[in-house]
């Protein structure tokens, strides 16, 4: 999301989002085009994401709204990678 005013479009329960950039370093399920279900939210601009493996707190900044899509993405939806190794000290 580009602007804090698409906030106002998230219904909880209904809306689906896509991770827009790669946060597998938190997690290995949220590579980037990752699609979930907002189920809620967890703090003023942090949306709490439920992924078909994983439901986890995202920033808004992160994520993008799928617009036309409702109820939950299944695991054939999300994008199949290959973790790569990650040494100490890399981002």
């Given at each position: 999301?580009?602007?804090?005013?698409?906030?106002?479009?998230?219904?909880?329960?209904?809306?689906?989002?896509r991770?827009?950039?790669?946060l597998?370093?938190?997690?290995?399920n949220?590579?980037?085009?990752?699609t979930?279900?907002?189920?809620?939210?967890?703090?003023?601009?942090?949306l709490?994401?439920?992924?078909?493996?994983?439901?986890?707190?995202v920033s808004?900044?992160?994520l993008d709204?799928?617009?036309?899509?409702?109820g939950m993405?299944?695991?054939s939806?999300?994008?199949?990678?290959?973790?790569k190794?990650?040494?100490?000290?890399e981002?």
């Amino acid at each position: 999301m580009e602007d804090r005013k698409e906030l106002e479009r998230v219904v909880i329960g209904q809306t689906v989002v896509r991770v827009n950039k790669d946060l597998s370093v938190m997690n290995p399920n949220l590579a980037e085009g990752s699609t979930g279900l907002v189920v809620g939210k967890i703090a003023n601009y942090t949306l709490k994401v439920a992924f078909p493996r994983v439901t986890v707190g995202v920033s808004w900044r992160d994520l993008d709204v799928v617009p036309g899509r409702t109820g939950m993405p299944t695991e054939s939806e999300q994008p199949k990678l290959i973790p790569k190794p990650r040494t100490m000290g890399e981002e």
